[in-house]
């Protein structure tokens, strides 16, 4: 039996699990199965691996993300640079085992993002400067659109919520909201923008998937801006590791 599976913790739902187990069998995929394994410490990944029959490839979600770098044999040029790592391919090489770590994030993201983008989408705000920002700045760069990260408490190199103005939005068509707010069960939190002074000429794309439409997205798509939230991404950063893993 091939085992994939997801580490994180905790891992009281997962995308991953429903989606892996219904692709296998809608599309009569034989042998294979997907588990929840919560690592209560990321150490428990060594035990893990020497104990799990079969175990072939892994997705990696919050806490662990940059925590899996040091197990890994090598870590892809992307996911270096973007120094997370979210989907992991174990192989035999040489009879021991051999970790190679992906960030398919990126990926889900830049072939989500890229069809909606007009030319007019030439500069970006990044909201929030957690763990999920780092795939997007990444993808901006690789497309050439300069962003700004918005943040609610100062770090250097990023901007405050209050001080976004009305010429800043007018520049900054392409918004991303990389931060939980509006994420169930707290529907009702979205980021402090001045909404008000979005328009047509703008693409609010948020990460959260669930609830379909944030607050976020409501408020942009009120004032005439595309709106996309982030159920695409997640579907095809999970098809990208299916791919790598059958590789």
């Known amino acids: 039996m091939r085992t994939f599976g997801l580490i994180g913790y905790p891992l009281s739902h997962s995308f991953s699990k429903k989606f892996f187990t219904e692709k296998f069998k809608h599309e009569e995929i034989p042998g294979c199965q997907y588990e929840l394994f919560p690592l209560e410490q990321v150490e428990a990944l060594r035990n893990l691996l020497a104990t799990t029959a079969g175990l072939q490839g892994l997705n990696v979600t919050i806490p662990y993300k940059l925590e899996v770098m040091p197990f890994l044999n090598e870590v892809e040029d992307a996911a270096a640079k973007i120094g997370a790592v979210n989907c992991i391919s174990i192989k ?118 669930n609830p379909e439409e944030t607050t976020f997205l409501k408020k942009a798509q009120q004032m005439g801006a595309a709106v996309k939230n982030g159920m695409e991404m997640l579907y095809l950063q999970a098809e990208r590791s299916w791919q790598i893993w059958n590789t």
């Open 92 to 209: 035999q090489k040489e009879g021991v085992q051999w970790l190679t770590g992906y960030n398919t994030d990126a990926y889900g993201f830049k072939e989500s993002l890229v069809p909606l983008l007009k030319p007019y989408h030439s500069k970006a705000l990044i909201l929030g400067n957690g763990g999920a920002s780092k795939a997007v700045k990444y993808v901006l760069n690789e497309i050439n659109i300069p962003f700004k990260v918005v943040v609610r408490t100062q770090v250097d190199g990023c901007m405050l919520y209050s001080e976004i103005t009305k010429e800043l939005l007018e520049s900054h068509t392409l918004i991303i909201n990389t931060t939980p707010l509006g994420m169930y069960p707290n529907v009702d939190q979205c980021p402090e923008l001045p909404y008000q002074h979005l328009s047509a000429q703008h693409l609010a794309y948020d990460l959260v998937y």
